[in-house]
């Protein structure tokens, strides 16, 4: 596709359900993010994937949240028993290679709504 | 560690006046800069960035930032502002020190540009 793509564009989930958020970015890019933007704030950092694997992901707030990129596209970020500190806008990006190109290419996020 | 701070939460200028939002920032090491936009139901899009060299950096739709090293800033600026620039800005800082997916963003500076 043209662009970065997440779905669904909106999540509305009851407390302690599972969630998964997709993110398929723009072929070609090795690099992968996945923020997270609440209300009023910027992006804050969860993790990045170079190719596979997970790069860094020191940004995940606790262990409810995981993140997989099986065969270096398409990403899923997954939460486990949801919180309602966890309604934000979540957001994925792509770039090339990092390090050497610095750009990110962002998606139009997925709101979650947890009630 | 790395941060960013937007001092400025609105910044409202007339349509042909001379716009400027607002960045500074903090790293262990090197910086790598960036600035950010955010139209309404839109995902971020890159407009400039600074790695190295030239301190005077040219972007997207006419923007320009300086990188000011002793005062650690990198204000961005249009020398002439249309309306359709009314949007949501945020700079970011890429800490060389740190991983290559790790950016830090600024909480935002809402701009507002009157006819």
């Known amino acids: 596709g043209a662009g970065v793509s997440q779905t669904p564009s909106n999540k509305v989930t009851e407390k302690g359900k599972y969630v998964e958020l997709r993110c398929d970015p723009i072929?070609?890019?090795?690099?992968l993010y996945w923020y997270r933007q609440s209300l009023g704030q910027g992006p804050e950092f969860l993790i990045y994937?170079?190719?596979?694997?997970?790069?860094?992901d020191s940004g995940l707030p606790n262990d409810r949240f995981f993140a997989v990129r099986p065969e270096g596209s398409v990403s899923t970020l997954k939460i486990q028993r949801t919180e309602r500190g966890d309604s934000a806008v979540y957001l994925c990006a792509s770039s090339l290679t990092p390090g050497v190109d610095e750009k990110l290419f962002f998606g139009s996020g997925t709101q979650l709504s947890v009630l | 560690a790395q941060s960013v701070a937007q001092p400025e939460d609105q910044v409202n200028v007339a349509e042909g006046n001379p716009l400027t939002v607002k960045c500074t920032y903090s790293v262990s090491g090197n910086p790598y800069l960036f600035w950010y936009v955010q139209y309404p139901n839109r995902g971020l899009q890159f407009l400039l960035k600074?790695?190295?060299?030239?301190?005077l950096v040219k972007g997207s739709y006419g923007f320009e930032a300086e990188f000011n090293k002793s005062q650690t800033s990198f204000h961005l600026k249009k020398p002439s502002a249309l309306v359709s620039d009314s949007a949501l800005y945020f700079c970011a800082v890429r800490d060389t020190t740190d991983s290559w997916g790790k950016f830090q963003f600024g909480a935002g500076t809402q701009v507002v540009v009157t006819p």
């Open positions: 072929s070609g890019h090795t690099a």
């Open positions: 600074y790695i190295t060299g030239d301190n």
């Open positions: 994937f170079q190719g596979t694997g997970a790069a860094d």
